[in-house]
Structures are given as C-alpha cells and as structure tokens.
C-alpha cells in the first residue's frame, strides 16, 4: 500500500511541474457516518470527537481538469451494543480521483470522485481486527485563491461497505471540512 501511496504522490507532483498548478492542503474534517450500526456503537461524544485531520494534494491539468490524492485519520469510542463494554475504532482512508473545476477566478467551484482504501481497526474486549477494503467517495467544493493560499470548503459522501466479522457496515458517510494550503 505505501508503494502505491509513493507512486501517485510522484506522478502528482512530476506532473505539476510539466502541467500546471499543483496543490497541497491541510485539512480538519467533521465525519457524520451514514451507516445505522456504526452510529449505534459511537453514537454521543462532543462535536470535536467527530473530528478528523488529513490533507489532499491535487494538479490541475488543462480546461480544469485534475488529479487529487488525499487521506485523513479518524478514531472514536464507543459502547457495545449488548454488554456497553468500550470499544475504539480508527479508520484512516486514501483516496484519489479527478477533479473538474468549474471556474479559473479567485473563486473556484468543483466537483470531485474517486476510489479509496479505507484501512480500519476496531479493538474491544472481544478482540481487535484490522482490514482494509475498497470503496467510493464524491466531493464538492469551494476554493478561495489569494494569491499561492487557498482555503477550501469541501463537503464530501464516502461509502465502503464491511463485514469484518458477523455485521456489515458502512465506514463512510457525510463530511465537511476546511482545509488551508498552497497552489502553485
């Protein structure tokens, strides 16, 4: 997985250089998950336990079309269903696709999809498994531009459906984020 990691960070960055403009941002993250069972487990905690940080990297090619690679880190507590006994779970995605931007102006709109790998584990009392599995994620968004520093509003859908041991969910869902960087 870091290899391929690896190889589309190089074609990202070599290609910005015989391109155009490349991107590189930080981001926080508020993750709403869409699956019942999932928000069963973790449900309650504060505003910022439903916080994740990552970053994305992108290069716009020519008419507004671009490459994006991102990834961010998520973890919570929750309580079984049966014996409330605490579990924890840390999901941490990577992703990439294409990118449309719908303008060129300080102001830039676009619409994002791509695939991820979405590494998770989950430990309690009863054990802990750790797997990965592929799934899908949309985005939309709104950049500002001054000069070489954007700031990015995204909203975001992810869905990667698991079955780690008896029950299946989601690990995706609704996300809104923020993320400050550089264009260049």
Not at 56 to 71: D, H, M, N, P, S
Not at 105 to 128: C, D
Not at 164 to 174: I, M, Q, T
């Amino acid at each position: 997985m870091k290899r391929i990691l690896i190889f589309c960070l190089a074609v990202v960055i070599s290609s910005s250089f015989a391109y155009g403009k490349f991107l590189v941002e930080a981001k926080g993250i508020y993750f709403q998950p869409s699956d019942k069972n999932f928000k069963e487990v973790y449900s309650g905690g504060k505003f910022e336990e439903w916080i994740s940080y990552g970053g994305e990297i992108g290069i716009t090619l020519g008419k507004g079309v671009g490459l994006w690679a991102g990834g961010h880190y998520f973890n919570k507590k929750g309580k079984l269903t049966f014996t409330e006994e605490e579990t924890k779970i840390q999901i941490s995605p990577v992703y990439g696709g294409i990118k449309l931007r719908l303008s060129q102006s300080g102001v830039v709109p676009y619409l994002g999809v791509g695939l991820g790998y979405f590494q998770y584990k989950e430990e309690n009392r009863m054990g802990t498994v750790s797997k990965g599995d592929i799934g899908y994620i949309g985005q939309i968004g709104l950049l500002f531009k001054a000069g070489v520093i954007v700031i990015d509003f995204q909203a975001s859908y992810s869905y990667c459906k698991v079955k780690p041991v008896d029950a299946e969910a989601n690990l995706g869902g609704f996300q809104g984020g923020i993320g400050l960087g550089f264009e260049f």
